[in-house]
T-cell receptor, first 111, second 114 residues
Framework: RKEVEQDPGPFNVPEGATVAFNCTYSNSASQSFFWYRQDCRKEPKLLMSVYSSGNEDGRFTAQLNRASQYISLLIRDSKLSDSATYLCVVTPQTGANNLFFGTGTRLTVIP | DAGVTQSPTHLIKTRGQQVTLRCSPKSGHDTVSWYQQALGQGPQFIFQYYEEEERQRGNFPDRFSGHQFPNYSSELNVNALLLGDSALYLC?????????????FGPGTRLTVL
């Protein structure tokens, strides 16, 4: 079983739409959780960390449910510039910061 | 402040050959991790170097080896290349072995094995 599972999409949404991505992780001991963004043929870049209390950064809201081992990302008022692949990422355990990535979910925002 | 740099940007090799990829971490970072990203997949952790030693390793064969130098830069070596080794190889740097700080990725080296 993969450490992190994501729906690969693609998600094609119109500008202004709200879109939600979900992922699940298999290791209940996982410690840290992130969403990374990767543009085509570029390196991944940290979008935001994810906390149990939920966190928001402008149009982006991330949520963690430890009981269900489930992570979500909500993007409101989608912009053309949001088109990218969104990678769900976890670190396995305390004392280790190697990252486990999902396959990524491709988002295309359409004018 | 230079970010993570990697060289070369692209590389073409044939099966059975050996390759060395290089990474310089972001200024102030002392830990380097290597990842392999196949087309359409997320990056997969290869190994991590700290204080010139391999500290953690993912599920990769011994054909994959590495090194970290006193200036914290790192090399990834792959021997006996297979077609399946074709991928984007990403280097990420961070501070501290178990740090919770952000890992910064370099632009990657795209390896094609023919």
């Amino acid at each position: 079983r993969k450490e992190v599972e994501q729906d690969p999409g693609p998600f094609n949404v119109p500008e202004g739409a709200t879109v939600a991505f979900n992922c699940t992780y298999s290791n209940s001991a996982s410690q840290s959780f992130f969403w990374y963004r990767q543009d085509c043929r570029k390196e991944p870049k940290l979008l935001m960390s994810v906390y149990s209390s939920g966190n928001e950064d402008g149009r982006f809201t991330a949520q963690l449910n430890r009981a269900s081992q489930y992570i979500s990302l909500l993007i409101r008022d989608s912009k053309l510039s949001d088109s990218a692949t969104y990678l769900c990422v976890v670190t396995p355990q305390t004392g280790a910061n190697n990252l486990f990535f999902g396959t990524g979910t491709r988002l295309t925002v359409i004018p | 402040d230079a970010g993570v740099t990697q060289s070369p940007t692209h590389l073409i090799k044939t099966r059975g050959q050996q390759v060395t990829l290089r990474c310089s971490p972001k200024s102030g970072h002392d830990t380097v991790s290597w990842y392999q990203q196949a087309l359409g997949q997320g990056p997969q952790f290869i190994f991590q170097y700290y204080e010139e030693e391999e500290r953690q390793r993912g599920n990769f064969p011994d054909r994959f080896s590495g090194h970290q130098f006193p200036n914290y830069s790192s090399e990834l070596n792959v021997n006996a290349l297979l077609l399946g080794d074709s991928a984007l190889y990403l280097c990420a740097s961070s501070f501290g072995l178990a740090g919770v700080g952000e890992q910064f990725f370099g632009p990657g080296t795209r390896l094609t094995v023919l």
